[in-house]
Structure formats: structure tokens, C-alpha cells
């Protein structure tokens, strides 16, 4: 059974007053040391694919990119390619890319800073929603990171994580739990992260129990 989380955990998800300075310069810019290996992990995946493809851009974004990073954070690396170019067939391409990206992330353990790096292929056509966007290839900033004004509500958020990891454990003690049971309370889990996402953002009450459960192992739990 996982590790309930103590509620002076949860201050690691309070934003920071910068950025992370094991990843960015004091002028906001990538370490060149962090953009070298990047771009080696980039080139390495193309590589990989076996087919010829060209890249529009290499992108880094999330909460490493932003002020919310935590101890439990991704370097979520994006390849922007225009599927279009690859086949006509976006859907087959769009399959073959998740694929690759499957076993590529399954076989290959990187870590930079000690930070699990993450690689996303993404067909330029599709709409990116982020607070924080920057071009590893043109080494500048596409979307400026904003600090958070405010501040979550600490004890909110560890209640609804304790109610929820209740629920949890309790289809996991339970010899009756019905499959559709999990199936149901994993998509409430989801709605109720992309409805906080959609009202409050990045820091609301949902995503960041969200997080709770996810660098708890409790969402994979079930």
C-alpha cells in the first residue's frame, strides 16, 4: 500500500520565488550543459524511429519550466513534427509515434539533475496548452513563465487527497471491488483534475491533489 503523504509534504507544491537554478541560469536562460544533453536525447530518438523525419523544434515544458516545479518533477521534452510530412495517414502516424515513444520511455531510464526526463513526439497541428514554453533548439523563450500571485489552500488540498486515497484504499481492502468500480473512480479522478485545471489553473485544489496521488503511487494503485 503506498505512503499517505503528510501535509508538510504538500509545501513542496508551493511555487517558488524562481527558477530552478539546477536547470536555468540567473538570467532565465537553459544551462548550457542542460541544452547539450537534451538535444543529444532528442537527436538520439530521431534516430530511433528509423524513418527520416524532420523536426520543426525541440521544446521543454511543465513544471521544471515554471515556477511549481517539485522534487517529483519531469523534464517533459517535446518533438514538434509535422505528421503530415511523415504520411498522409495522420492517425497511422500519430499511432506509430506513441509507440515508439512507449518503448523508447520504457527502455531508456534518463535522468538529468536527478529529474526523469520525459520524451513526447507532437504533430505541430496540435494545440499545446502550457503557462511556460522554450525552445531548446532556438534557445529562447516561446511562452515567459509568470510567478503565481497566489497561493493554494494547503489544508483543502490534503483533505480531498485523504478523502480520495479512502476511497482508494478501500476498492483495494475490498475482496468484492467491481472493475467498473476503478474504471469509474480513475475517470472521476481525471475529471476532477481537468475541472481544476480549467477554473484555477495549475496551482488548484484538483491538479495539485492530482499530483498527490500520482507522486504517491496511489493512481497507479488502481
Same mark, same amino acid.
Do not use: C
Given at each position: 500500500?503506498?505512503?499517505?503523504?503528510?501535509?508538510?509534504?504538500?509545501k513542496n507544491y508551493?511555487?517558488?520565488?524562481?527558477?530552478?537554478?539546477?536547470?536555468?541560469?540567473?538570467?532565465?536562460?537553459?544551462?548550457?550543459?542542460?541544452?547539450?544533453?537534451?538535444?543529444?536525447?532528442?537527436?538520439?530518438?530521431?534516430?530511433?524511429?528509423?524513418?527520416?523525419?524532420?523536426?520543426?523544434?525541440?521544446?521543454?515544458?511543465?513544471?521544471?519550466?515554471?515556477?511549481?516545479?517539485?522534487?517529483?518533477?519531469?523534464?517533459?521534452?517535446?518533438?514538434?513534427?509535422?505528421?503530415?510530412?511523415?504520411?498522409?495517414?495522420?492517425?497511422?502516424?500519430?499511432?506509430?509515434?506513441?509507440?515508439?515513444?512507449?518503448?523508447?520511455?520504457?527502455?531508456?531510464?534518463?535522468?538529468?539533475?536527478?529529474?526523469?526526463?520525459?520524451?513526447y513526439p507532437e504533430?505541430?497541428?496540435?494545440?499545446?496548452?502550457?503557462?511556460?514554453?522554450?525552445?531548446?533548439?532556438?534557445?529562447?523563450?516561446?511562452?515567459?513563465?509568470?510567478?503565481?500571485?497566489?497561493?493554494?489552500?494547503?489544508?483543502?488540498?490534503?483533505?480531498?487527497?485523504?478523502?480520495?486515497?479512502?476511497?482508494? @484504499? +478501500? $476498492?483495494?481492502?475490498?475482496?468484492?471491488?467491481?472493475? *467498473?468500480?476503478? #474504471? &469509474?473512480?480513475?475517470?472521476?479522478?481525471?475529471?476532477?483534475?481537468?475541472?481544476?485545471?480549467?477554473?484555477?489553473?495549475?496551482?488548484?485544489? @484538483? +491538479? $495539485?491533489?492530482?499530483?498527490?496521488?500520482?507522486?504517491? *503511487?496511489?493512481? #497507479? &494503485?488502481?
Amino acid at each position: 500500500m503506498p505512503k499517505v503523504l503528510s501535509k508538510n509534504k504538500i509545501k513542496n507544491y508551493l511555487p517558488h520565488d524562481s527558477l530552478n537554478d539546477k536547470i536555468w541560469t540567473v538570467n532565465q536562460k537553459l544551462r548550457t550543459d542542460i541544452r547539450e544533453k537534451l538535444m543529444i536525447i532528442a537527436n538520439d530518438f530521431i534516430d530511433y524511429l528509423g524513418v527520416p523525419i524532420d523536426v520543426e523544434d525541440v521544446r521543454f515544458t511543465g513544471s521544471l519550466a515554471n515556477y511549481n516545479y517539485t522534487p517529483q518533477s519531469d523534464i517533459d521534452l517535446h518533438l514538434i513534427i509535422d505528421f503530415s510530412k511523415v504520411d498522409d495517414n495522420i492517425d497511422l502516424v500519430e499511432e506509430f509515434m506513441n509507440a515508439k515513444r512507449g518503448f523508447w520511455n520504457d527502455r531508456h531510464d534518463i535522468t538529468i539533475e536527478g529529474y526523469d526526463v520525459e520524451l513526447y513526439p507532437e504533430n505541430i497541428e496540435e494545440e499545446h496548452v502550457a503557462s511556460a514554453l522554450y525552445s531548446v533548439q532556438d534557445n529562447e523563450w516561446i511562452k515567459v513563465p509568470k510567478k503565481f500571485e497566489s497561493k493554494p489552500n494547503l489544508s483543502a488540498v490534503h483533505k480531498k487527497y485523504k478523502e480520495i486515497v479512502k476511497r482508494i @484504499e +478501500n $476498492l483495494l481492502k475490498s475482496q468484492k471491488t467491481d472493475p *467498473d468500480d476503478i #474504471s &469509474s473512480l480513475i475517470e472521476k479522478i481525471k475529471k476532477f483534475r481537468k475541472a481544476g485545471l480549467n477554473r484555477g489553473g495549475e496551482l488548484s485544489v @484538483e +491538479n $495539485l491533489v492530482y499530483k498527490l496521488l500520482r507522486n504517491s *503511487d496511489y493512481t #497507479s &494503485s488502481i
